[in-house]
């Protein structure tokens, strides 16, 4: 229910839901939860000769505005969590060549922001494992 994965004109995307999995309401450091999850992942894509394509992390949050004062804005806490799960895949032993990381806020929501399971499904960090052809194009 909190992992979910598709193709798309990027390449693999595997879709992780924040809430209650990876962070706190707010929060940019990683619960204990997001530990296993995040090892298994970089598993798959840890061994570059099964998986060479570069790996973006893509941080994403819902429309609700930022009060508690630790992030100015959703772009600060999309960019910090973004920053939190590649840091995560550097431990579990992905090349740093491979990785980048992106925020986009609540610019690209994958359902409405109108209703609290909508905000939850925008609130997730995805991990682009970029096609080829982008790669090539700088992409990573």
């Known amino acids: 229910q909190k992992l979910d994965t598709e193709i798309d004109e990027r390449g693999l995307v595997v879709r992780v839901l924040t809430d209650d999995l990876l962070f706190d309401s707010g ?8 530990r296993p999850v995040l090892a ?6 840890r061994d570059g ?19 508690d004062g630790t992030f100015r804005n959703n772009w600060e806490l999309s960019a910090a969590r973004a920053t939190a799960v590649l840091e995560d895949l ?15 806020a609540d610019r690209r929501p994958l ?4 209703t609290a399971h909508g905000r939850s499904t925008n609130r997730r960090v995805e991990l682009v494992v970029v096609r080829q052809a982008l790669a090539g194009m700088g992409g990573g």
């Open 27 to 34: 929060k940019a450091t990683l619960r204990p939860s997001a």
């Open 111 to 114: 359902a409405s922001n109108r």
């Open 40 to 45: 298994r992942l970089a598993g798959f894509v």
């Open 49 to 67: 000769k099964r998986v060479p394509n570069p790996v973006r992390v893509e941080g994403n949050t819902d429309n609700v505005p930022i009060s």
């Open 90 to 104: 550097l431990h579990n032993g992905i090349a740093p060549s491979r990785l980048s990381a992106a925020a986009y």
